[in-house]
């Protein structure tokens, strides 16, 4: 059943009055610095919910701005897009000096939806996204740590209907595990847009927590989120180290693993849009970590039934209409998808489908449909002049189609 908006609404004031729930969602904000300089290999809780314990601690006692941090796993090494600095610029400083992030998880064009971001700390991706979605769409953050909610509530009915001059509030923050979605008050079928940005690797459930974005999610909706990732399963002993978890890399998923998550739960084709290599600074840590690399990567998994788990060739052809704010010539849809406004470019069913079946229909015009296959599309750099396009037609579209 897919919740109604009255329902969402509804769901969003419970929140915005600050209720309780019985459950805690992964926080990646800071509270009070220890001021402890070496790294012992103390071993964190075997239980889910004593490590969730920890990472409450780490990011609520520990830490008190972001330069404690001991690598720059959970800082944004890219600049975003002017609209979002555009309006990161209108958020209180005391929601920045309390942010953690390592990349730029709220997309763009996202006017009238509903949002919901996972371990939303102090809320800043929550106050971008409220300026983002305007005063018919609406936007909750769900975080475990107190001391974090409250910053992020203090300066909530201000910045909505005094800054934004919004007739009234749209954004709010519950108590909630990122694990139980549900249990934190979130109904299935009710959200356009899950963001989260560096908190999922801190949960002890990955699989719970992914999947259950799906379940909340409404067909046509989109997991949008930056995090850490590892290119090889993390030892066990790395794995115990506390400091190295709260620094958002222990935890880290190795991505064939992730890719394999996505897979079991529903999301059949993610697809990577931005890629940095995490620098560890501090000589211990690298001692510890030896050779493992780690990244912060921005994923994109839709929720879109006709999605298959490889890129198939139907002849589908995708223009860009230009229309999504920020983005009047140029959008990216991942990592090697960039649209030009009104440019043909040949796609795999399943990039015709994100265009054409998610949130983003709106923006973009897809020809043809699924009537006839023509096996498996080219996932080469050239993909975009295939059989489909000879001749005079091949110089029409654009290159880039390949999507793995």
Aim: hydrophobic share 35%; charged share 20%; net charge negative.
């Amino acid at each position: 059943r897919v919740t109604s908006r009255a329902e969402v609404v509804n769901m969003w004031k419970v929140a915005q009055r600050g209720l309780r729930v019985a459950s805690s969602g992964i926080a990646r904000n800071p509270g009070v610095h220890s001021g402890t300089t070496a790294f012992p290999i103390r071993a964190l809780a075997t239980s889910p919910s004593e490590t969730l314990a920890e990472v409450q601690n780490y990011y609520g006692k520990v830490l008190a701005t972001s330069k404690d941090l001991k690598t720059n796993a959970c800082t944004t090494s890219d600049a975003p897009p002017q609209i979002i600095r555009q309006a990161l610029a209108r958020v209180p400083q005391p929601i920045k000096d309390k942010y953690y992030g390592c990349g730029v998880a709220v997309p763009t064009g996202i006017e009238g939806l509903d949002i919901l971001d996972l371990g939303s700390g102090s809320g800043q991706d929550c106050y971008i996204a409220a300026q983002l979605v305007g005063p018919k769409g609406t936007v909750l953050g769900v975080d475990m740590t107190d001391e974090q909610l409250d910053v992020a509530r203090e300066h909530t009915m201000d910045f909505t209907t005094k800054t934004l001059g919004y007739p009234k509030n749209n954004m709010a923050f519950a108590k909630g595990y990122i694990e139980s979605l549900e249990s934190a008050g979130v109904a299935k079928n009710s959200i356009d847009i899950t963001i989260s940005n560096c908190v999922i690797n801190l949960s002890p459930d990955k699989q719970s927590v992914i999947e259950g974005v799906y379940n909340v999610l409404r067909d046509g909706g989109e997991l949008y989120f930056s995090d850490v990732y590892a290119d090889r399963r993390i030892p066990e002993s790395i794995r115990q180290h506390e400091v190295l978890w709260g620094e958002c890399l222990s935890g880290a998923l190795y991505i064939e693993d992730f890719m394999r998550i996505c897979h079991k739960v529903g999301f059949s084709d993610p697809r990577e849009l931005k890629r940095s290599p995490i620098e560890v600074t501090d000589p211990e840590l690298q001692e510890l970590l030896g050779p493992i690399k780690f990244y912060s990567i921005t994923y994109r998994c839709f929720k879109a039934p006709a999605l298959e788990t490889l890129c198939e060739d139907y002849g589908q052809v995708a223009y860009y209409n230009g229309t999504i704010p920020g983005s009047p010539h140029i959008y990216e849809l991942d990592d090697h998808h960039v649209f030009e406004k009104g440019r043909p470019m040949l796609v795999c069913g399943n990039t015709a489908s994100m265009v054409e079946e998610t949130w983003l229909k709106d923006h973009f015009r897809v020809t043809g449909n699924r009537d006839i296959h023509y096996g498996l599309f080219d996932c080469g750099p050239s993909a975009a002049a295939g059989p489909a396009a000879s001749g005079a037609d091949a110089g029409l579209l654009s290159s880039g189609g390949a999507c793995c």
